[in-house]
DNA sequence: CGGAGGGTTGATTCCCCTCAAAATCAGTGG
DNA sequence: CCACTGATTTTGAGGGGAATCAACCCTCCG
């Protein structure tokens, strides 16, 4: 485990080892940038998180790199180990894999955002999706959360610019809905908010493994 | 296995077993409708992919569908028996889970692509993947290939309007970078294409897959 | 206090959308 | 073979959402 101060780099395709890594605390992203210097932010790591599940950190394309937005612990995962674990039928194997497939549910719903929601609609559904992956491991409640990201980041994030988010924060604090001031998210109106971002909760919840849920593991 | 003409469900968040599915001939496309009618496609799927390697086929938020593009046999498969196979040593398991990983770095791009390429990149980016893919079963050379799809549904797939798709297609048809008439597409000038793409040819080699290979390839 | 990173706001531009209508193509049946 | 139909492609005109460019203002911090 290392401890890495916040706006770092702790994997990239030139230095990275390509290992998974496991996010004790703290945020990272994973992102890649283009040619011109334009940045695709492919994801949100929170605390509990391990990037590199399957492949590699680095990407398939081998051009993505990860970063913390805050100060984080980060721990470096045996790639061995990591893939007995998650061939095995153990609880943790169980955990990991769950994880590996709300991962593909979350870089799925992120593609259909910034495919046909409009920019409010995007913001929105992305503060609210992390806003619920926090509540998943304590880290937030109902209300809000420390959101430690830059406007910047979310642009990024969801295929804008940093002045555009402003502009949407403002309209949506302007609106009674949500104010993100000072790295802190807090609904006022979050039925509202859901709404716009046509949000549906239940999406992290993955239905079918609920299913196969009881004692036994599937076999 | 089944027959399956054009343009039909062939699984739906309904009717859908959830069970993975093989296709053995032809060209389907998963999308999610979003509530006002709007259309996005997560991912085209060729001959010899499977659908739903991991998790339900009718996807995480249980809102996905799947439908064919042109005639198709398609194969329902058990989840149990590919889990099996998934998690064992044998070359069949290793290709699925390359196929898996490969997925996902198909989804990374076509992400990327919308949220940060310009509309004449991400067509360009689509049609080269594609052909790639193609290529890679032998269904394409690298002139062009059979292309069974609506302008629309390129559009729902990268996140624009079959108005738009249409100019820019005219206009790489003008510009002698590319045609496509009548399901053909067919590379006229494939470098420039590639440039304009932004295109990294071999970002579906899978260099950390590619070390355990015999001959080292270089990434 | 001064510098830097990030936030906020305004003016202008343009890429892509919306709406609308032809034109072309693919079937189907007479 | 040709009329008829629906789906897809093509083209036009106009509008709008987000980008771009460019300031200025915070707040933090050494």
Not at 140 to 155: F, H, K, M, N, S
Request: proline share 4%.
């Amino acid at each position: 485990c290392r401890y890495v101060t916040t706006k770092q780099p702790i994997a990239t395709p030139d230095t990275d080892s390509g290992g998974p890594l496991l996010i004790g605390n703290g945020w990272a992203y994973s992102y890649t940038l283009l040619a011109d210097g334009r940045r695709q932010v492919t994801g949100f790591h929170l605390p509990g998180d391990v990037i590199g599940l399957s492949g590699s950190t680095a990407g398939s394309d081998g051009r993505r790199s990860v970063a913390t937005a805050s100060d984080c612990v980060v721990c470096d995962l045996d790639r061995a180990v990591l893939d007995h674990i998650l061939h095995s039928n153990t609880v943790l194997g169980e955990v990991l894999r769950r994880q590996a497939t709300v991962e593909a549910a979350i870089t799925e719903q992120h593609l259909i955002s910034i495919g046909r929601r409009k920019a409010e609609s995007r913001l929105a559904h992305l503060l609210l999706e992390l806003g619920a992956r926090l509540e998943a491991v304590g880290l937030a409640d109902a209300d809000g959360y420390r959101c430690p990201v830059t406007q910047e980041l979310i642009a990024d994030a969801l295929g804008l610019t940093n002045v555009h988010v402003n502009r949407l924060l403002r309209r949506l604090r302007d609106q009674r809905v949500l104010t993100f001031v000072r790295g802190f998210v807090a609904f006022v109106d979050k039925p509202k908010l859901i709404e716009i971002a046509e949000f549906d909760p239940g999406f992290l919840a993955l239905p079918d493994l609920a299913e196969h849920r009881p004692h036994g593991m599937t076999g």
